[in-house]
Each structure stands twice: as C-alpha cells, then as structure tokens.
C-alpha cells in the first residue's frame, strides 16, 4: 500500500482493521527502535502479549535473542490463527527486520500488508521484485487490502476469547492474587488466612483436576492474566499447566498435544485441557516444533534454566504457593529429610534459546 502523500486515511484504515477476533492484526512498529528484536517485540504487543518488565537474566534472555523473539512470534502466530498481518510505516524497517517479517511469513503462511508512506526502501523493492504481490496506490484500493479476511482456518467452538484479556499490566499494587491449586480446595479460613499473611485478597480456584471447560469469574480473571502478562508460550503454558495439575516445577512437562493433559500421577487419568489453556498449550506445542522437535512424540520437557521464567511469570499472574504450617511438635529438629516451606512467591515451571526460527 502506497501513501506517498502520508495521508492519514491510509493510516486510520489499517488501524481499524485491526481484529484479532478474525485473525487479523495491525503492528505499528515503534518509532526510532533499535534493538534488533524490537520489531519482534511490536508484533507480540498486536496480539496483547507483554513483555516482562523486570526479571533476573535467565528470566528474560529470550526477549534480545533475536532468534528466540521471532520464533515465540511465530508460535503465536500459528497457534492463535493469525492469518493477516498489516504493518505501518513499513518504509522505515531496517532491512533485517525484512529478512524476519518474510521469514515469518513464510512460515506461518500469514497474508502480509505493508503500509509505506513514502519511497520504497530499497530492501524492500528487492525483495518485492522477488515475490508475487499486489500493489495499492489510492484510498480505496488500500481500504479493500486491509480489510481481506485472513486467510486462516476457523478457531474450534467454544474458543476461549484470548483477544480480550487486557490483563492489568503492570500489576497494580494490591490487587487480589490466588495461591497454587492443590488436590483440596482450601477452605474459608485458609484463604483469609493467606490473605492476611500476604496483604491482599485471594480468590478461590477449583482443586487439581477440578477445573471445568469453561471458567468461572476467579478462573477467567487468572485466565486473563496467563494470556497477556507472558509473552514467551513455554511459560505461559507451564504455568496453567502446573495449575491444573498441580503437579511440581521439577516433574512438570507440556503434553505433546493439546488435548490431553498429564496426570499428577502416572496410574491417573489423563483430563482435557480447559478452554482458556489450549492455546496456551498449543503455542508451546508449536514452539517445540519450531526448535526442531517437531517429529518427537515426547512431551515439551521444561528446560532448568527456563525454570526461572516461569516463577517470574507466576509472580506477573499474582499465583503463590500454598504456605506449609510449621509444626509445634518439632520446632527446631531440621534433617536432611525433613519437609521445607515452600517460599510464598514461588511460581512454576519452562524452554531455551534456539536454533534458527522465523
């Protein structure tokens, strides 16, 4: 799409078709960016993921590797059918930030539109010259390119609206949490107890194995959470999966599918997953594949030094663990194979940086 005049009705037509509901999103990329993932980063910002704000190294590693932001790009791209992406000032991308864009598309197959108001960029025109594709030079033409419908395949029934979770990032302060699901449902008395000890209200969750297909009103909240606080798939997908399994950080594995999700147990049955956690799960699932895996029938093992990534990203959705009660009988005798506290902020879960991705 030409605006050679930078008019701003090119501008206001593609904002507007902007429908992720549809598969269909706009990236307006950052003015003056330089960080080589940051054109990467935009495109997780179009589909309501955010990036993690602080963390320690190992938490955060993925968002500069290069490689890395683009496959996460990538594996949300193919889990949420994304089939259209429409990108703004497109005459300003650097040349490498082409070379990803055409990789992705590529890729995922996603019907790509650029809105350039003014020259090409000589990447581009190369790369155009390259490549079967449509041109646009006037307002009506550039209104029927960006509102095609996205060439992806129809969400299943019953889909969990992941475009609609907002999330509330940043977390304000004091705003309520939910302690680590386990095989009981706590009680009245160890929610207020637990909200004492950490200042804020907890809400309720189902137990282990206890979650129905669709959620109720604390479920869909924390639902919210997991889709838009956590950018990187493997976390986000572990840490629902430690939730509905309750199954520790140390054991806990991704399915090779979606749908099914692993026992606590081995001798238990395998349950299918909610609706608010299949695209999670399936993300993580299309990551996997995206590092090579795709041919292994082995579950997504969670890799320790992603193990960092998930506990930050449990701290991001406001989940804690469960506070063992000290006990009056032995107060002081500690061995080697006594039972130790889990650490209230402690969060769940895990993958690592790459091979070559988008």
């Not at 993921?49 to 193919?78: I, Q």
């Amino acid at each position: 799409m030409h605006d050679s005049h930078d008019d701003y009705a090119f501008m206001a037509a593609a904002l507007a078709a902007h429908t992720p509901a549809l598969g269909r999103i706009t990236v307006h990329p950052t003015p003056v960016a330089s960080a080589p993932a940051s054109l990467a980063h935009d495109l997780l910002r179009s589909i309501g993921k955010h990036l993690p704000l602080a963390g320690s190294e190992d938490g955060t590693y993925w968002t500069t590797n290069l490689e890395t932001a683009w496959r996460v790009v990538a594996a949300w791209m193919l889990a949420l059918r994304i089939g259209h992406v429409i990108v703004t000032r497109a005459h300003r991308i650097s040349s490498r930030h082409f070379e990803y864009l055409f990789a992705l598309r590529e890729l995922t197959g996603v019907q790509l539109t650029l809105l350039c108001h003014g020259p090409l960029p000589p990447a581009l025109a190369a790369a155009l010259a390259a490549l079967p594709h449509e041109e646009a030079h006037n307002l009506a033409a550039a209104r029927r390119a960006v509102a095609a419908p996205a060439p992806a395949p129809r969400p299943p029934a019953g889909r969990f609206a992941w475009w609609e979770a907002d999330g509330q990032f940043p977390p304000h302060e004091g705003e309520p949490c939910f302690l680590l699901p386990a095989r009981r449902a706590p009680g009245r008395g160890e929610i207020e107890a637990a909200g004492c000890r950490l200042g804020r209200a907890v809400l309720p969750l189902p137990a282990v194995g206890r979650f129905p297909s669709e959620p109720d009103e604390p479920t869909a909240l924390l639902a919210r959470r997991l889709h838009a606080r956590i950018a990187h798939p493997v976390h986000a997908a572990a840490l629902a999966v430690r939730i509905l399994t309750g199954c520790p950080a140390a054991q806990l594995q991704l399915p090779a599918a979606h749908e099914a999700l692993p026992a606590r147990s081995n001798r238990g049955p395998k349950r299918p997953a909610p609706s608010w956690a299949v695209d999670l799960i399936e993300a993580a699932r299309r990551f996997g594949q995206l590092e090579g895996r795709q041919h292994s029938a082995r579950p997504l093992r969670l890799r320790p030094w992603d193990q960092a990534g998930v506990t930050e990203a449990a701290h991001a959705c406001g989940v804690v663990e469960h506070q063992a009660p000290r006990s009056r009988r032995h107060p002081a005798a500690r061995t080697p194979s006594s039972p130790r506290p889990a650490a209230a902020h402690r969060g769940a879960g895990s993958t690592p940086a790459p091979n070559r991705a988008a």
